[in-house]
């Protein structure tokens, strides 16, 4: 299961899985968001390459725009998927504290 | 009754759908003796009736729930109306547009004997009067054998449709496949090996291992998903980065060109992640950039290491390039092996959920580096499937396996005579060329071996057997081994006249000749067996540090005493 959803001064909050499976849901979320955001993964468990890819679609929209997404509360297992995919180098990454 | 009977036998016959939709109306229209009549079909994807009006127009669709058709499909019940103009259920648009009358109509669900919904069927204006109770009882039993007879139509078209989707996809399949490398290109001193096993007909992994000017390139690339997608892009990425090297594109301009093109084309949320390497099979060097594509391994044969990379890049389309950061260079020794992996192998779940991982593929190749690629690449393939033990293989796996050959030995034998020197030269300019070995270190070789083996004939006057000369390669160099059998010991790593044992002799044996060589060599070793009445001495030559700078040196001793 996966839960989307704004948190605490307007960080947005992602919980579960992101697979293949939620990734519409977390897809259509991430399209209604504007300007410079961060998504705090520290309840992310997981993600896929089809979840990268939901990140990086939203990256692409939000950097068109003069914004970013920026990741916030990284775990060392997902900053191992964000480094070993080179996606290091397309988002700022707050390791978990 | 007896005409439901007479209809159930036409409709036993058609295999199409709109073969059989006719005869379910003209079965219907002469039971019910009724003037017209249609069939919708039930779209439960969409949750929508469809009628097929003809071939060639697009069909008319109604939302399950309005009018009386999508009522009928509903309520699942039948549909008696004698007025329809009373009836606000009843859209006058179709007759408006036909220029029909409808005058009463009689609506029915199709309901096959699985209690599945197949359609609706509406009967219009029934000959000399509206349809009454004994209409209402044919239509239903007459129902009941139409629904069967168009469902078993639908199903038998499914499958045609699904068996020629089949077809196609095993020609994408075949397309797919020829872009691989029909055979490994043959890099001496090398062994490549590749191969890919996609997770359906097509897979978004593809490989390649080719020949260009500038060396051997070795590409793995992944797209997101897999499928017929996938498959084309990656398909796509191969071919552009095997034209961009055979056009003389360096690695960075190849990556580039590719990454950007692949930007602007591929879906927002697509991507690849692929290695690009170009090895240089004289310096041993691969050069490599890795666009996410991770982690490549390079076992060390030397201490049984493997030593793990890290992308240099993000994967490729997933945005614009316009600089690089720096190629890695892994310098390959003799028997090492540089390992590109798909994460179909490091991410195979076994029942328990628990994946294969890094260290099952590095303990792999620890126990089986010193077989062919072909063979490690069915090893990790068998253990990946044993370790699977009957988990489903759900992403594509593709293997790249390039590896340099372990310190190889040659063995000639050669006269007891001055006149053998030349075919010994051509020995060591052989095997220096076929294993790739610094041509640098060639002078001092030749050198040391003309002035042991001139010794051997010179001193050795009581034998008539042949001269053994072994050249082994080893790291960033080579070791040549001299055995001399039915001799007296004579070692030469101490001094010539200390040896009392040898045969008289006016002439002292090349003094200067073996001061020199301890100066050329790495190491000179004497070593005689008592038994056998042999003599082995063995010598080792490397470059330095840099292989240019142990060039130099070499070519600084080339002078002969």
Known sequence: MLAIDYGADDVIVIAGRLDSAQCPAAQSFLDKVQGTVTLDCSKLEYISSAGLGVLLKTQKRLIASAGKLRLSGVSSHLRDIFVYSGFDQIFEIEPAR | MEAILGVTSALAAPFDLMTMLAEVVNAAKQVLDADRGSVWLYDPNADELVLEVATGIRPVRVRAGTGLAGTCARERKIINVPDCYADPRFDPAVDKASGYRTRCMLTLPLVDHKDVLVGVMQVLNKAGGV?????????????????????????????????????????????????????????????????????????????????????????????????????????????????????????????????????????DDRFI?????????????????????????????????????????????????????????VDLQPGDILMLISDGVYEYRDAKDEQFGEERVEEIVRAHHSASMAELASRLLESVQAFANGAPQEDDITLVLVKRSAATSAHRTFKRSFDSLQGIFDFTSEVFARESVDRGLLAAVDFTLEELFTNMVKYSTTSDAAVRVDIATIDRGVEVTLTDYDVEPFDVTQAPDADITLPIEKRKPGGLGLHLIRRLVDSVAYEYSKEERRSRITFRKTSAEAPKA???NAGGEDARD
């Open chain 2, 131 to 267: 349809f009454d109770d004994d209409d209402e009882v044919l239509a239903t039993a007459l129902a009941a054998q139409c629904a069967v007879a168009l469902q078993r139509v639908r199903m038998t078209e499914a499958l045609i449709e699904g068996e020629k989707m089949q077809q196609e996809l095993q020609v994408a399949r075949t397309v797919q496949m020829s872009t691989f490398p029909a055979t490994m290109p043959s890099v001496p001193g090398y062994d490549a090996y590749g191969t890919s096993r996609p997770a359906e007909l097509t897979g978004g992994d593809t490989f390649d291992l080719s020949l260009c000017g500038q060396g051997l390139v070795a590409v793995l690339g992944d797209a997101t998903g897999h499928g017929i997608g996938p498959a084309l892009s990656v398909t796509q990425m191969q071919a552009m980065l095997r034209m961009a090297f055979r056009l003389g594109a360096s690695l960075e301009t190849a990556l580039i060109q590719v990454n950007n093109q692949l930007a602007e084309t591929l879906a």
């Open chain 2, 550 to 552: 142990a060039a130099a």
């Open chain 2, 273 to 329: 992640t692929a290695f690009v390497g170009i090895l240089d099979p004289v310096a041993h060097r691969m050069r490599f950039h890795s666009a996410g594509q991770g982690p490549i391994l390079h076992f060390q044969a030397a201490t049984g290491a493997c030593t793990r990379y890290k992308p240099t890049s993000f994967p490729l389309g997933a945005m614009q390039l316009t600089s690089l950061r720096p190629a890695v260079d």
